[in-house]
């Protein structure tokens, strides 16, 4: 993990094998009651929604995690994936070999090319978020079993999404999810959680986490041929 130095006014946010700093976000999120009565609050992710996230690995031993957004198409975030030379995602009980097929280091997203068989495919959000709006981190932490944590919408920022969603390392590339009109979608990819500097230390924020919002992740795959 590269060290960062806390400035006045900067939250630093760590990501798995990486540290960088982001500053707070600003307040005021666009609200919108129409928008808003579209979205109903679910109890939990079902089954097959979590079908769709999977763990991802790298021959250099990295860990993450990746969203199955397409029919053999896994997103999954940059800094994880990065330097590795062989991919591997998890479709049911073994790992399969991937390809990276493109890589936008920038905004830290990457998609990898792996038969995804019947998963079916998470939609990616298509509408702006709403402040205070019910999110749901989904991903295999240290590369144990998958972890669903319940959180908030609290801003949105310069394409990140910061929720009150507690992650941890290895989460990285799994999904922000939503329910819009009962049915469950792809808010962001999880990317990093907060911490701050004690005793010379890095400290994890547990009910702060960041991901890249579905504006951006589509923005992206717009390009992808």
């Not at 540290?19 to 666009?30: I, K, M, N, P, S």
């Not at 978020?129 to 991903?139: C, E, L, N, S, T």
């Not at 972890?147 to 919408?153: A, E, F, P, Q």
Request: negative net charge; glycine residues 10%; aromatic residues 8%.
């Amino acid at each position: 993990m590269y060290s960062a130095r806390m400035i006045k006014g900067v939250l630093a946010i760590v990501v798995a094998g990486l540290c960088v700093a982001t500053a707070q976000a600003d307040q005021g999120l666009a609200q919108s009651r129409d928008t808003m009565s579209l979205l109903s609050h679910c109890a939990q992710p079902d089954r097959k929604t979590l079908q769709a996230i999977l763990p991802v690995a790298t021959d250099h031993g990295s860990h993450a995690t990746g969203v199955v957004y397409d029919d053999n198409r896994v997103l999954t975030a940059a800094h994880a994936i990065a330097g590795g030379g062989q991919f591997y995602v998890r479709i049911g009980d073994s790992f399969r070999t991937a390809d990276l097929v493109m890589v936008d280091h920038a905004n830290d997203l990457a998609v990898l090319a792996v038969d995804t068989q019947s998963i079916r495919p998470l939609h990616i959000a298509g509408l702006d978020p709403i402040q205070a709006q019910r999110v749901w981190a989904v991903g295999y932490p240290r590369a144990q079993s998958i972890m669903t944590s319940m959180g908030v919408l609290q801003d949105f920022h310069e394409g990140a999404l910061y929720t009150s969603a507690s992650i941890d390392s290895g989460q990285s590339g799994g999904g922000l999810l939503s329910c819009n009109n009962g049915a469950w979608e792809l808010l962001g990819m999880l990317r990093g959680y907060g911490a701050y500097l004690q005793g010379g230390h890095y400290v994890k924020m547990e009910n702060h986490s960041v991901s890249v919002a579905a504006a951006t992740i589509n923005e992206f795959l717009h390009y992808y041929p």
